[in-house]
């Protein structure tokens, strides 16, 4: 590949190292790409709300795609620009579906708000039986109806007795192509959008925006939340530890994210 126009990463266990931290040399290379001009976006599963810290220790801000393709968000700005949401009607039928089909699922919410820092107590919402396997000081705990009362970039669902796989397979036969499903982890959560809506989609668009073709696109990622990504780019980097579908869809492996896999491969031309 040439020098690329666009590069695009995963956050968590592709950018960040074990340690969820960003080393000094992606920071030093992430640095170099943006001064050349290039854009460096950031296509995550995680929320607005989550991205300023990471921002600040890779000293890039711009574009970010978040919630897996849901949202766009200017993270020099504080400002979520646009926001494809579940309806709160299908989130109620999904739930009460998925419910009743997946005796002891646990349910979530995400939604967007003006900025990362607005009505935190309205951007997280879960069921009490929704067992978080991450710290999560900004969760509010409500009753289903108000889980689902309002429109959510992401329904998060959880099953003590599968793991993330097995869910997703369990869902799909229930839900079928009215929700986008996903997942991030084998721990036995899966995550849910809008249809049509997933990272690669929230990257063409920026793309387009930005008048950068596909073919100029160089992505990384390293779970099945990022097959579409690596698919659609014209180039797809999976990390060397990453999930065997994501492995399976990339142009190429690199080293593991606590080798600094994402720069070894930007070094080639920054």
């Not at 897996?68 to 039928?93: K, Q």
């Not at 929230?202 to 698919?231: C, H, K, Q, W, Y």
Request: glycine residues 8%; contains cysteine; negative net charge.
């Amino acid at each position: 590949m040439r020098e690329p126009g666009l590069v695009a990463s995963d956050v968590d266990g592709t950018l960040l190292d074990p340690m969820e931290e960003v080393s000094a040399r992606t920071a030093a290379t992430a640095g170099r790409v943006v001064s050349s001009g290039t854009p460096f976006v950031l296509v995550t599963g995680r929320p607005p709300r989550w991205m300023p810290r990471v921002v600040a220790a890779l000293g890039v801000s711009g574009i970010a795609v978040c919630a897996n393709g849901a949202v766009t968000y200017d993270t020099a700005a504080d400002r979520v620009l646009h926001s494809h949401d579940i309806d709160p009607v299908t989130l109620h039928d999904v739930v009460r579906e998925l419910r009743h089909e997946l005796t002891g699922c646990a349910f979530a919410v995400e939604r967007a708000t003006r900025t990362a820092h607005d009505d935190l107590r309205e951007q997280f919402l879960a069921e009490a039986e929704f067992h978080r396997g991450w710290m999560n000081t900004d969760i509010r705990v409500a009753p289903t109806d108000e889980v689902t009362g309002k429109p959510a970039m992401k329904l998060l669902v959880m099953h003590p007795g599968m793991n993330s796989a097995e869910l997703s397979a369990a869902s799909a036969e229930i839900i079928g192509d009215r929700l986008q499903s996903t997942y991030s982890t084998e721990s036995g959560l899966i995550e849910f959008s809008a249809p049509g809506v997933d990272k690669a989609a929230g990257l063409a668009a920026v793309a387009a925006d930005l008048g950068i073709a596909r073919s100029e696109v160089i992505a990384f990622g390293d779970m099945p939340n990022d097959v579409p990504m690596l698919t659609w780019a014209g180039h797809g980097v999976a990390m060397r530890n990453a999930h065997p579908d994501a492995l399976a869809a990339a142009d190429e492996v690199t080293t593991t994210n606590a080798e600094d896999g994402v720069a070894q491969v930007l070094e080639r031309w920054w």
